[in-house]
């Protein structure tokens, strides 16, 4: 997962509960998951796939991660639906 999704989950949780909560989530995903690191490809493909779907730069970043990487995306994000390597979970 790119760092951002744990940004993302965070700043989710913590708005909602506590900061303990948002801290074991964050936990919990590094855990089950890896942490791929923001490099230079991954940003200047970001750029691109920002501005071929209009992504805003936080999903552009993590849709190019996971396109970096050959992962598959998944997400309740209807940003991401239709997109290639991605599923995506209706909420």
């Known amino acids: 997962m790119s760092a951002l999704n744990l940004v993302e989950v965070f700043d989710f949780v913590l708005k909602k509960r506590l900061l303990t909560d948002a801290q074991q989530a964050a936990s919990i ?30 999903d552009a970043i993590i ?19 239709g997109k290639t390597g991605v599923v995506y979970i209706s909420s």
Do not use: H, R, W
């Open 29 to 58: 995903m590094q855990q089950v998951g890896f942490v791929i690191p923001v490099d230079v490809a991954v940003a200047l493909a970001a750029g691109s796939l920002k501005k071929e779907n209009s992504f805003g730069m936080v």
């Open 63 to 81: 849709y190019a991660t996971a396109q970096l990487n050959k992962a598959t995306l998944v997400t309740v994000d209807s940003d991401f639906a």
